[in-house]
C-alpha cells in the first residue's frame, strides 16, 4: 500500500486547510485510516482516525470541535479538515491504513504510513 499525502501549507492562525491521502496498491476499503502528526523534538502523535464506513470517528482532545475527518471509499481516499488553526498545530502530518476495521488511536494499529505533508500556522 502506497499513501500520497497532500495539501499542507502555511497559513495564519485562524484559517484552514484540507489535507487528503490517496491510497494506492494492495488497499482495501475495509481498514480503518487516520492522520498522525509529529512535531520538531516530539513525539508523533495521534490527530483523528475513521472507521472503514466513515461512522465511527475517533479525535484528540487537542483538535476535537476544530478538525473534521471523512473518507471517499470509492476514491480510497481520507481527507482531514483542519479550521481554526493554531500555532500548536504546526507539525508534518502522517496519513496510515490501520490493520483493522477499527479506528484506534495506538500507533501499533497502523500499519502503513504516508510520507507526510508540512503544515506551518504562523501567529
Known amino acids: 500500500v502506497q499513501l500520497q499525502a497532500s495539501g499542507g501549507g502555511l497559513v495564519q492562525a485562524g484559517g484552514s486547510l484540507r489535507l487528503s491521502c490517496a491510497a494506492s496498491?494492495?488497499?482495501?476499503?475495509?481498514?480503518?485510516m487516520g492522520w498522525f502528526r509529529q512535531a520538531p523534538g516530539k513525539e508523533r502523535e495521534f490527530v483523528a482516525a475513521?472507521?472503514?464506513?466513515?461512522?465511527?470517528?475517533l479525535y484528540a482532545d487537542s483538535v476535537k470541535g476544530r478538525f473534521t475527518i471523512s473518507r471517499d471509499n470509492a476514491k480510497s481516499t481520507v481527507y482531514l479538515q483542519m479550521n481554526s488553526l493554531k500555532p500548536e498545530d504546526t507539525a508534518a502530518y502522517y496519513c496510515t491504513v490501520a490493520r483493522s476495521s477499527v479506528p484506534s488511536r495506538s500507533r501499533s494499529s497502523y500499519g502503513y504510513w504516508g510520507q507526510g505533508t508540512q503544515v506551518t500556522v504562523s501567529s
Open positions: 475513521i472507521g472503514w464506513r466513515g461512522g465511527s470517528t
Open positions: 496498491g494492495r488497499t482495501s476499503s475495509n481498514n480503518a
